[in-house]
T-cell receptor, first 112, second 113 residues
């Protein structure tokens, strides 16, 4: 992608294991957000971390942000079969309009 | 459930036809977006708007056009559909502000034959 990348592209784990995925971007940002997409549906917002924050938690989600490296990670702990989905990072740029751009996503499959 | 709606959900149409994909939100959001999603999943921003009569092209060049005559409505139009336009189109909206989350519609799956 010209704007950023996510890795891995796909991840297969068993229930109870942790899932970690990474995101890199190329511009200056106000915040970075993670979204989830179930097959054939729209994206659902999970968590937002501001550019002056380094770590944020929400339930089983843990997000880190390193603005010096222009990278972020999402950790899902104790995964469940219901966590099977695609996960996208999106970043709000600092230009006057603050448009929201996305990476390519990570497909996560959690097997029982 | 987000109050943002896209119609139709699925559309199969012949080459050369004019189509309009509808997107409406009832949240009073000023920001609205259109994304094109490849089969390989990546989302590309093709249009965005920051309020009535404000529209900008996104990072991916698109032959589509948009309008924003009312806050709640952000339709996307293709004057002459081609097979290369086959894709998933996602509409989203958010409040004006630097740190706001986006709400997405369910998407329109367009197939041009």
């Amino acid at each position: 992608s010209q704007q950023g990348e996510e890795d891995p592209q796909a991840l297969s784990i068993q229930e109870g294991e942790n899932a970690t995925m990474n995101c890199s971007y190329k511009t200056s940002i106000n915040n970075l957000q993670w979204y989830r997409q179930n097959s054939g549906r729209g994206l659902v917002h999970l968590i937002l971390i501001r550019s002056n924050e380094r770590e944020k938690h929400s339930g089983r989600l843990r997000v880190t942000l390193d603005t010096s490296k222009k990278s972020s990670s999402l950790l899902i702990t104790a995964s469940r079969a219901a966590d099977t989905a695609s996960y996208f990072c999106g970043w709000a740029t600092t230009d006057s309009w603050g448009k929201l751009q996305f990476g390519a996503g990570t497909q996560v499959v959690v097997t029982p | 459930e987000a109050d943002i709606y896209q119609t139709p959900r699925y559309l199969v149409i012949g080459t050369g036809k004019k189509i309009t994909l509808e997107c409406s939100q009832t949240m009073g959001h000023d920001k609205m977006y259109w994304y094109q999603q490849d089969p390989g999943m990546e989302l590309h921003l093709i249009h965005y708007s920051y309020g009535v009569n404000s529209t900008e092209k996104g990072d991916l060049s698109s032959e589509s056009t948009v309008s924003r005559i009312r806050t709640e409505h952000f339709p996307l139009t293709l004057e002459s559909a081609r097979p290369s336009h086959t894709s998933q189109y996602l509409c989203a909206s958010s409040e004006l502000g630097r740190n706001t989350e986006a709400f997405f519609g369910q998407g329109t799956r367009l197939t041009v034959v």
